[in-house]
């Protein structure tokens, strides 16, 4: 063991059994083998400048290639030209189409117009006669509301409808008689002219008026001998009464539906001045459209507290206190087309009245598809308002106070405001209708 100890050392120091010739050591066949292998190594690698050649050679052939393939300045001036000229053709054809056609294009336009009114009036033909077949069916079981219908003197049955553009009805009480002089002097024409104003232009003008609680007393002989004089009455199966205004417009609406056929029925105070021309050009502008409801729309505080003027008692149906009523016009004077007041005469039994006749006209309409008109020109004040913009060509169609909800002293100052806001005698006359 110890011999073979020695002889392994000696072989370590010698090389002898390594492969190592005589001569060599151990080190010395490393150094050299350790050299061999950095020369393969570094023989193996290319320089930097040759990757750099390769490089920049790649990159020229890359080059001409995409030329031949590609580049092609003829190809794409010709694209580009074809483009222009595409470009140029739908420019040209988009600016001259309307130059070519613009007679056509004013031609459409107006057939547009044509059939958008033809729509418009076949709407309120439709909602018209629907209306009268209701009147119709409701007339078959009883009398009209409640109303006695109206038979010729000879008892052939039922008289025909007069037809007219606008009935006019003009609210009046048994103690106004001096109002109604005033209104008679001054915007509502007379005698001959009344009837010719029927006639010819479709408009008839009427102060309406219920009877006394005791039928054929004083007050009933009074307005009878004041009709056989002017004939300008429209008498009401309603017994007169401060507040009973709102049952009083119902029945107002459901005789004149009765007795006249019209477009439009208004509802004027005798304390108001009126231009008969403007009201009917104002009218006239919405002629064809149905479920019309024209005046000067408020919102007035629901007044809870007893004892004030305007107080409402049923004033927790309006929500909290301190709320507002719905949009309403104003009821010194206000217009509803045919189809609005036929349903006011069908329905007249189960309307609910409120305390305000003008609101109680509105909660009619809640829940209909009715076209609120806020018309300013029918609630003007009184001079210098209503002067001022009649000098400046806005004619009003009605003038009041909106302190006193009419004409102030109307008796004394309705000839002044006659004066100075009328559009003259002639002008109902003139108007296209």
Same mark, same amino acid.
């Given at each position: 063991?110890?011999?073979?100890?020695?002889?392994?050392?000696?072989?370590?120091?010698?090389?002898?059994?390594?492969?190592?010739?005589?001569?060599?050591? @151990?080190? #010395?066949? $490393?150094?050299?083998?350790?050299?061999?292998?950095?020369?393969?190594?570094?023989?193996?690698?290319?320089?930097?400048? &040759?990757?750099?050649?390769?490089?920049?050679?790649?990159?020229?052939?890359?080059?001409?290639?995409?030329?031949?393939?590609? $580049?092609?300045?003829?190809?794409?001036? %010709?694209?580009?030209?074809?483009?222009?000229?595409?470009?140029?053709?739908?420019?040209?054809?988009?600016?001259?189409?309307?130059? *070519?056609?613009?007679?056509?294009?004013?031609?459409?336009?107006?057939?547009?117009?044509?059939?958008?009114?033809? !729509?418009?009036?076949?709407?309120?033909?439709?909602?018209?006669?629907?209306?009268? @077949?209701?009147?119709?069916?409701?007339?078959?079981?009883?009398?009209?509301?409640?109303?006695?219908?109206?038979?010729?003197?000879?008892?052939?049955?039922?008289?025909?409808?007069?037809?007219?553009?606008?009935?006019?009805?003009?609210?009046?009480?048994? $103690?106004?008689?001096?109002?109604?002089?005033?209104?008679?002097?001054?915007?509502?024409?007379?005698?001959?002219? &009344?009837?010719? &104003?029927?006639?010819?232009?479709?408009?008839?003008?009427?102060?309406?008026?219920?009877?006394?609680?005791?039928?054929?007393? !004083?007050? %009933?002989?009074? !307005?009878?001998?004041?009709?056989?004089?002017?004939?300008?009455? &429209?008498?009401?199966?309603?017994?007169?009464?401060?507040?009973?205004?709102?049952?009083?417009?119902?029945?107002?609406?459901?005789?004149?539906?009765?007795? #006249?056929?019209?477009?439009?029925?208004?509802?004027?105070?005798?304390?108001?001045?009126?231009?008969?021309?403007?009201?009917?050009?104002?009218?006239?502008?919405?002629?064809?459209?149905?479920?019309?409801?024209?005046?000067?729309?408020?919102?007035?505080?629901?007044?809870?507290?007893?004892?004030?003027?305007? /107080?409402?008692?049923?004033?927790?149906?309006?929500?909290?206190?301190?709320?507002?009523?719905?949009? /309403?016009?104003?009821?010194?004077?206000?217009? !509803?087309?045919?189809?609005?007041?036929?349903?006011?005469?069908?329905?007249?039994?189960?309307?609910?009245?409120?305390?305000?006749?003008?609101?109680?006209?509105?909660? #009619?309409?809640?829940?209909?598809?009715?076209?609120?008109?806020?018309?300013?020109?029918?609630?003007?004040?009184?001079?210098? %308002?209503?002067?001022?913009?009649?000098?400046?060509?806005? *004619?009003?169609?009605?003038?009041?106070?909106?302190?006193?909800?009419?004409?102030?002293?109307?008796?004394?100052?309705?000839?002044? *405001?006659?004066?100075?806001?009328?559009?003259?005698?002639?002008?109902? #006359?003139?108007?296209?209708?």
């Amino acid at each position: 063991m110890v011999l073979g100890e020695r002889q392994g050392q000696t072989d370590k120091k010698t090389g002898l059994g390594l492969g190592l010739l005589p001569g060599e050591s @151990l080190e #010395w066949r $490393s150094e050299e083998n350790e050299k061999k292998m950095r020369g393969r190594s570094s023989g193996g690698s290319f320089s930097p400048k &040759l990757i750099v050649l390769l490089c920049v050679a790649s990159f020229c052939i890359g080059m001409l290639f995409t030329n031949r393939m590609w $580049s092609n300045p003829d190809t794409y001036d %010709d694209i580009d030209l074809t483009h222009k000229r595409e470009l140029q053709v739908v420019s040209q054809d988009c600016e001259d189409k309307p130059k *070519v056609e613009n007679g056509e294009s004013r031609d459409i336009m107006g057939e547009v117009a044509k059939t958008h009114q033809a !729509i418009q009036s076949l709407d309120k033909t439709i909602s018209s006669l629907e209306m009268e @077949l209701a009147v119709a069916r409701t007339a078959k079981s009883a009398n009209l509301n409640g109303l006695p219908v109206l038979e010729k003197p000879d008892g052939q049955g039922s008289e025909v409808r007069q037809k007219a553009f606008v009935v006019i009805g003009i609210n009046t009480a048994f $103690s106004s008689r001096k109002r109604r002089d005033s209104v008679r002097e001054t915007w509502l024409p007379q005698g001959s002219k &009344l009837k010719q &104003l029927e006639e010819k232009k479709g408009i008839v003008i009427r102060f309406v008026i219920g009877h006394s609680v005791t039928p054929g007393g !004083i007050l %009933d002989r009074a !307005i009878d001998s004041e009709d056989a004089q002017h004939h300008d009455f &429209l008498r009401l199966e309603h017994v007169e009464g401060y507040h009973e205004l709102s049952a009083k417009t119902k029945t107002y609406f459901s005789t004149a539906v009765a007795k #006249w056929d019209a477009d439009f029925y208004v509802k004027v105070d005798d304390d108001v001045h009126v231009n008969l021309g403007m009201l009917a050009t104002t009218l006239a502008r919405y002629r064809s459209k149905p479920r019309i409801y024209i005046g000067c729309m408020k919102s007035g505080p629901v007044l809870a507290q007893k004892g004030v003027k305007y /107080h409402e008692p049923e004033y927790w149906k309006f929500g909290e206190e301190g709320n507002r009523y719905f949009r /309403h016009a104003t009821g010194q004077i206000y217009a !509803i087309s045919k189809d609005l007041a036929t349903y006011i005469s069908i329905n007249s039994q189960i309307l609910h009245r409120y305390a305000n006749e003008d609101v109680s006209l509105g909660s #009619w309409f809640i829940g209909l598809d009715v076209e609120h008109i806020d018309e300013r020109s029918m609630c003007c004040g009184t001079p210098p %308002d209503c002067e001022w913009k009649a000098q400046a060509g806005n *004619v009003c169609v009605a003038s009041f106070d909106w302190t006193c909800s009419g004409i102030c002293k109307s008796v004394e100052r309705l000839k002044e *405001v006659h004066r100075t806001c009328s559009e003259g005698d002639g002008a109902v #006359w003139n108007t296209l209708i």
